[in-house]
C-alpha cells in the first residue's frame, strides 16, 4: 500500500463525452504526476502539479488538464474523448526535494474505455 | 533526448533459475534510473533506483541492478526466480529538472515456470 489512492477504478465513457479522473496523494507530498498506460505500453507522462501550478508536461493536447487542490488531492479531466484514449491512468505523488531521485508513490490507477 | 530501451518484450525462466531483464538508456546527461514492477490491475512499485551513489544498486524483493556507463545498460537481475515474481517490470529514467519527468521503457513481462 503506497497510500495513493484513485477514484473511480473503472470508467466507461463514449466518443466525444468528457471525464473526469481523481488521485488523494500520500500524506505530506507537495507533488502529483498523471500518466497515461496504454495496453501493452509503459506509462507515459501527461503533466506534473507542484504546490497547485502545473510545472511540467508530456506530449500531450490541451484536452487533456488537471488540478491540484491545497490539500494535494487533484484532478485528471480529458474533453472530447477519442478511442485512443483508452488506458490506465496513473497519479504518482511525492515530495518534491529538487532531487531527480524523489521516490514516487503511484496509486492503482483508473481503467478507462472508450467507446 | 533521454529514452529508454528495454530488450525483450518477454522474458520466461524456470522456478530457482537467475532472472535477467535488459535495459539500455540513452541520455544526454547524467542519468537517474529505475525499475518498477507492476502486477496485474495494480498501480506501479518501485524496485531500486540508481543515484550515482553506487553503481550496484540492491533493492527489495532480492533484485539489484548494475550501472554501466560504458554499455549505457542498467539490467536488472535476481539470482532465483520465485512463482511471486512473475509481473510486469519498467526500466525508467528521469529527467528535467526536479526529476518532473520519468520516461519509462515499454516494459518486459516474466513468466516463471514451476
Known amino acids: 500500500e503506497t497510500g495513493v489512492t484513485q477514484s473511480p477504478t473503472h470508467l466507461i465513457k463514449t466518443r466525444g463525452q468528457q471525464v473526469t479522473l481523481r488521485c488523494s496523494s500520500q500524506?505530506?507530498?507537495?507533488?502529483v504526476s498523471w500518466y497515461q498506460q496504454a495496453l501493452g505500453q509503459g506509462p507515459q507522462f501527461i503533466f506534473q502539479y507542484y504546490r497547485e501550478e502545473e510545472n511540467g508536461r508530456g506530449n500531450f493536447p490541451p484536452r487533456f488538464s488537471g488540478l491540484q487542490f491545497p490539500n494535494y488531492s487533484s484532478e485528471l479531466n480529458v474533453n472530447a474523448l477519442e478511442l485512443d484514449d483508452s488506458a490506465l491512468y496513473l497519479c504518482?505523488?511525492?515530495?518534491?526535494?529538487?532531487?531527480?531521485?524523489?521516490?514516487?508513490?503511484f496509486g492503482p490507477g483508473t481503467r478507462l474505455t472508450v467507446l | 533526448a533521454q529514452s529508454v530501451t528495454q530488450l525483450g518484450s518477454h522474458v520466461s525462466v524456470s522456478e530457482g533459475a537467475l532472472v535477467l531483464l535488459r535495459c539500455n538508456y540513452s541520455s544526454s546527461v547524467p542519468p537517474y534510473l529505475f525499475w518498477y514492477v507492476q502486477y496485474p490491475n495494480q498501480g506501479l512499485q518501485l524496485l531500486l533506483k540508481y543515484t550515482s551513489a553506487a553503481t550496484l544498486v540492491k533493492g527489495i524483493n532480492g533484485f539489484e541492478a548494475e550501472f554501466k556507463k560504458s554499455e549505457t545498460s542498467f539490467h536488472l537481475t535476481k539470482p532465483s526466480a520465485h512463482m511471486s515474481d512473475a509481473a510486469e517490470y519498467f526500466c525508467a529514467v528521469s529527467v528535467g529538472t526536479g526529476g518532473f519527468k520519468t520516461i519509462f521503457g515499454a516494459g518486459t513481462r516474466l513468466f516463471v515456470k514451476a
Open positions: 504518482a505523488s511525492r515530495t518534491l526535494s529538487g532531487s531527480s531521485t524523489d521516490t514516487q508513490y
Open positions: 500524506s505530506g507530498h507537495n507533488t
